[in-house]
């Protein structure tokens, strides 16, 4: 099943590749198209955005993409970064984004990094293609979910005691539920999974981090769904109010009205 999809995901790469090059776009110029693109998020942002070029060290963990995978990926990030008021990533914590093509950390492929209290992350721009059939909802998530890390640490992690805590999230739970980092059931991290209340997904079940990350960037790009699912789920429903209290204390421009926003601007199709 791996291998296919490993396959599925090299033909619809090398394709796209072939066909760039045989409508007569040059890498270079795909290069300066990408890194004109890359400059103006930048400053849009205040936020260092670039791409992973050259040669990287296999410590890193990192790989570089063509540019032509740069170049969708751009247009994705482009889009979803405007969804946050000016001056909100600056504010979250954020001071540097980086695109390359694979990221390999502890011997796992993540689609997302982000470097716990740089402020920085790292996305897999080929991950557009991972899932064929819906790239584009999967790599939306992704950016979303790691803005959301840099900003919960930004809120919750005590630099001082070098701990993250939130024992007001993790009150939320039904008693006796133990997340899957601290031994809990083995969880499927892919899509939504609504099977135990209180969490939207499988991956949610991980720690609070990753619950926190995975109701944020669902509540971003597919609202519709948490909505559904919170209307009869409690311990959902509570999550989803502390976390809007807790972003909007934090950052007053995340407020009703950007919740409210993503509703009205909700994207079912890909
Ligand atoms: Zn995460």
Redesign the pocket.
Known sequence: MRSFAGLILFLITFTTTIQEAAWGIEPDEVREEVTGKLRALSIRHSVEIQALRGSTSPESGLAIASEYVYKKYVNVLEKELAIYPPGVLKKFGIKRILLCGGIKKFDQHFG?W?ERLKGEIVYDAKRLTTNPDSPNTTARLGIH??IF?VLDDEIYFDRARQAYSDPGWKAINQPGFVYYIFGGAKIDPIGIDHSVPGFLTG?SRHSI??DK??LFCWKIVRPDLVDRARQTDEWLDRKNRRLEKIIKEFCPEIDDAFWGKRVAELECID
């Open positions: 997302g982000t979910h790691e890390h991956y981090m990753e990350a995975e």
